[in-house]
């Protein structure tokens, strides 16, 4: 007997664009995603999928025959296993692969350029064209700033640990492609603070999420809002409507074994004529400094990535 309401996750497909946050071969092979990502965490998890086994021995193949500085041979590694498993992924999507800048280069604007360049450089060289890649980059104000210069190339950019309103505009009006803000690390914050939310429309990473949406909307703003870092399906479900949703295989699977009904919760208001003082250094400053949770969690993500890019390049240093 088929069920007469389809999965809460296709419902969802015709309101938002689903993508994948895994690096999961078999994960995305199933559930489908337009778009989907990959980071060191995703990288060093994918070095034990079976699927991966012939890229990291061809890659580590490479490393051991490379002259010169053992640690750049372990980094040029890193980076080719990156984009392999971007390569792989790209052909299961009809969408893009983000993939993300090195972390420890969050506040050098030079040196994030320099590498998003390398980057598309080598998917290139893969046949994978730019237009199927966002490069991923961390929203201090040099990755803004980065954004802005990679954007003027035609390399369009993913930024990502937003958690401030005005951390969004300034990537919005830097010409970002897309930003990520992150749902239930600000959930998180503010429970581990002893303020838990009493419903679901009270939850401040939907709360954020949905007044970044009215508001890049109310300007007429075409950077793509992506929800991202869900911790349950109702965090999804109250953000059904927006551009994007970037959701981890499990809650995908919760999503698609539910049947109920998925209203849509975001709409798109017009577009006004909005007189903007553009964000400058110093406002993205001092807005920052004045938002406790914002500071705390971007310097944490920050960090985490970076911690998650060395965990993967002591895996390559171990098999090298």
């Keep these: 007997m088929s069920t007469a309401t389809p999965s809460k996750l296709s419902q969802l497909r015709d309101l938002s664009v689903v993508v994948a946050d895994t690096g999961d071969y078999e994960a995305i092979k199933r ?6 990502t990959t980071n060191p965490t995703l990288v060093k998890k994918a070095l034990d999928l079976p699927v991966y086994a012939e890229l990291i021995e061809r890659e580590l193949a490479w490393g051991r025959t490379q002259a010169g500085d053992r640690e750049t041979i372990v980094h040029a590694v890193a980076d080719r296993l990156t984009v392999g498993v971007g390569t792989l992924l790209s052909t299961l999507v009809p969408g893009r692969v983000s993939t993300e800048v ?25 046949g994978v064209p730019r237009s199927k890649v966002l490069i991923k980059i961390a929203a201090t104000w040099e990755g803004v700033e980065a954004a802005r210069q ?36 600000i959930l998180d914050w503010y429970v581990a603070n002893g303020q838990a939310p009493a419903s679901i429309d009270a939850d401040p990473g939907v709360v954020f999420v949905r007044g970044v949406y009215a508001e890049f909307k109310r300007r007429g703003s075409p950077t793509v809002v992506m929800g991202a870092s869900f911790r349950s399906t109702a965090q999804i479900e109250a953000l059904a409507g927006c551009d994007r949703l970037t959701i981890s295989p499990d809650l995908l699977e919760k999503l698609d074994a539910d049947h109920g009904e998925l209203p849509r919760k975001l709409v798109a208001g017009a577009a006004e004529s909005v007189e903007v003082t553009p964000i400058d250094a110093a406002r993205f400053a001092a807005d920052l400094a004045a938002d406790p949770m914002a500071t705390e969690k971007l310097a944490a993500g920050i960090d985490a990535f970076a911690k998650d890019l060395e965990a993967l390049r002591q895996t390559i240093r171990e098999r090298l």
């Design 31 to 36: 559930l489908k995603p337009v778009d989907c």
């Design 102 to 126: 090195d972390a420890d280069l969050a506040h050098d604007t030079a040196a994030t350029v320099t590498k998003a360049r390398q980057f598309i450089a080598m998917y290139e060289a893969a």
């Design 150 to 185: 990679l954007q003027a190339e035609g390399i369009d950019c993913n930024l990502t640990l937003i958690f401030n309103p005005t951390q969004a505009l300034a990537c919005s009006e830097a010409g970002a492609f897309l930003i990520s803000p992150f749902v239930g690390r």
